[in-house]
């Protein structure tokens, strides 16, 4: 008998109109970022979030450094971030020219929270930005309060929470810029690609010249500032289209594995899964992450290695910004150690989640995970 399939940790489902509306881009000859799927997904984007405007860029990190520029913060200002996050939140800080100043996270969360942020927040201060993390937000209630009280601008990064909300309202409908990801691990991908989320107008045209080199219309080739290339291609913009369709359907997938794996994972000894809800948010799991308790003689490296020869794909959790040899070795978090982020960076990882899941696969993975703890 052949052994069973190894089981990605990623796998999305192309299944929908996908196929169709990248058919007619390539029929049409509409492949650059001129076409008109991208005006459609921005469209539709910006009105499922609730927000007037919507700027479709190459990628979820580059929306982040966008965001940054667009909201005029540079040399001297603070940034307050979690340091549980991926290196593009303090990436797009430190490129602008600012200062990331990094808080712990919850420990049952994940997420970080207005009471850390409160904390570091000092005359520089510029912005919070926000990471809701793997599948439930951060409570933003508090957080906007502060922002208010303070007068800072909040940086939303909604990357995994594509049709999340939070108190009902859409994550992602919360920062003067939010920010997606559209990779394909996202409830919602178009290959590569991100799109930034605003209100105001003079935002919006800031984030459209900044993703197009800052050309000038009335004079192309002749710059006053300096932006990228984060254009979107027409084809991508398709995909998004056709993933947009089907986003309810999407969340009710993912809803249904995390219940799964928590069925039958709640009895093993040894290990924290995920949070189902809190009192502002259901899960949405982006991916099902689990925190191996300290009394398992074992870290998440050696976790992952046991389940990839049982098969099985899995991640490790997102190394702290404060611990990244990028950052410290400049003497930047010198002497800060955040217990809650250090401690699940080490011992947290997470299972197979994309949408194309089986129940079988769910069975399998959930079966090499109480393996390893028994
Ligand atoms: C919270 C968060 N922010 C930003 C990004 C970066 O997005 P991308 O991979 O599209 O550059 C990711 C990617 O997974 C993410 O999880």
């Known amino acids: 008998m052949s052994s069973p399939k190894f089981i990605p940790v990623n796998e999305p489902l192309l299944n929908g109109n996908e196929e169709k509306y990248l058919i007619q881009c390539i029929r049409t000859g509409w492949i650059s970022s001129e076409g008109p799927f991208i005006k459609k997904f921005e469209e539709q984007f910006a009105q499922r979030v609730g927000r007037k405007h919507a700027v479709a860029v190459s990628n979820g990190s580059m929306a982040l450094d966008a965001a940054v520029v667009a909201l005029g913060i540079g040399a001297g200002d603070e940034v307050i971030l979690p340091t549980f996050t991926i290196i593009s939140c303090a990436a797009a800080v430190v490129r602008a020219g600012a200062i990331p100043v990094v808080v712990d996270c919850d420990p049952a969360t994940w997420n970080t929270d207005a009471d850390r942020i409160e904390q570091r927040i000092t005359s520089r201060t510029k912005a919070i930005m926000v990471v809701h993390i793997y599948g439930l937000p951060t409570e933003m209630a508090p957080v906007l309060e502060l922002a208010h009280k303070h007068g800072l601008s909040i940086i939303e990064d909604a990357a995994e929470m594509h049709g999340q909300t939070c108190d009902v309202r859409p994550c992602g409908s919360f920062g003067k810029i939010s920010t997606y990801s559209l990779y394909p691990n996202k409830h919602v991908t178009t290959g590569e690609g991100g799109m930034l989320v605003m209100d105001d107008e003079t935002l919006a045209e800031k984030c459209r010249s900044l993703r197009n080199l800052c050309f000038k219309p009335e004079k192309r080739f002749v710059h006053?500032?300096?932006?990228?290339?984060?254009?979107?291609?027409?084809?991508?913009?398709?995909?998004?289209?056709?993933?947009?369709?089907?986003?309810?359907?999407?969340?009710?997938?993912?809803?249904?594995?995390?219940?799964?794996?928590?069925?039958?994972?709640?009895?093993?000894?040894?290990?924290?899964?995920?949070?189902?809800?809190?009192?502002?948010?259901?899960?949405?799991?982006?991916?099902?992450?689990?925190?191996?308790?300290?009394?398992?003689?074992?870290?998440?490296?050696?976790?992952?290695?046991?389940?990839?020869?049982?098969?099985?794909?899995?991640?490790?959790?997102?190394?702290?910004?404060h611990e990244q040899p990028v950052f410290t070795k400049t003497g930047m978090f010198a002497g800060e150690r955040y217990p809650n982020a250090e401690r699940i960076a080490r011992r947290g990882f997470y299972l197979p989640s994309g949408l194309a899941l089986s129940d079988d696969q769910i069975e399998r993975s959930a079966a090499a995970v109480r393996d390893l703890l028994r």
């Open 224 to 321: 006053d500032e300096l932006g990228w290339n984060l254009r979107m291609t027409n084809l991508q913009a398709a995909l998004g289209v056709a993933q947009l369709e089907r986003l309810e359907e999407f969340v009710n997938i993912k809803r249904r594995m995390g219940a799964r794996y928590t069925e039958l994972l709640r009895a093993t000894k040894g290990i924290q899964l995920p949070l189902p809800r809190t009192d502002w948010a259901e899960n949405i799991y982006w991916v099902y992450g689990i925190v191996l308790d300290d009394d398992v003689p074992f870290d998440a490296v050696e976790a992952m290695a046991r389940l990839a020869k049982a098969g099985i794909g899995a991640r490790p959790f997102f190394w702290p910004m």
